[in-house]
C-alpha cells in the first residue's frame, strides 16, 4: 500500500493549493479517506475526511468553506483544495487511508487509520 502525498509549497496568505494524494494498494472509492495536518510543536490534527460509500464530507472548524475535499475514482486519488490560506494552515498534510464496515461512519482520530501518506509541506507567509 503506498499513497503518495503532492502538491505542498510555499504561498502568501490569501493563496490556493491543491493536494493530491495518489493511492496504489488500496482503492479511495472503498475506504474512508481524510487530511490530517501536524505543525511544529503540535499534534497531528483532523483536517477532513471523505467516505467511502455515502461521499460524506468533514471539515475541521478551521477550515470549513475554505478547504473542499474530493477523489478521482478512476485515478485512484484524493484532493484537498485549499482556499484564502492562512499562517496558521502552516504544517505538514498527510493523507490518510481507513476501512470502514458502514460507509457512512467516520473518525477524525489519527488511530482510527490504516495507511498514512508521508506528508507534503504547506508553507503558508503572512
Known amino acids: 500500500v503506498q499513497l503518495q502525498a503532492s502538491g505542498g509549497g510555499l504561498v502568501q496568505a490569501g493563496d490556493s493549493l491543491r493536494l493530491s494524494c495518489a493511492a496504489s494498494?488500496?482503492?479511495?472509492?472503498?475506504?474512508?479517506m481524510g487530511w490530517f495536518r501536524q505543525a511544529p510543536g503540535k499534534e497531528r490534527e483532523f483536517v477532513s475526511v471523505?467516505?467511502?460509500?455515502?461521499?460524506?464530507?468533514v471539515y475541521a472548524d478551521s477550515v470549513k468553506g475554505r478547504f473542499t475535499i474530493s477523489r478521482d475514482n478512476v485515478k485512484n486519488t484524493l484532493y484537498l483544495q485549499m482556499n484564502s490560506l492562512k499562517s496558521d494552515d502552516t504544517a505538514v498534510y498527510y493523507c490518510?487511508?481507513?476501512?470502514?464496515?458502514?460507509?457512512?461512519?467516520?473518525?477524525?482520530?489519527?488511530?482510527?487509520?490504516?495507511?498514512w501518506g508521508q506528508g507534503t509541506q504547506v508553507t503558508v507567509s503572512s
Open positions: 494498494g488500496v482503492t479511495v472509492s472503498t475506504y474512508n
Open positions: 471523505l467516505t467511502w460509500s455515502s461521499g460524506t464530507t
Open positions: 490518510a487511508a481507513g476501512f470502514s464496515y458502514s460507509g457512512s461512519s467516520y473518525s477524525t482520530r489519527s488511530g482510527a487509520y490504516n495507511y
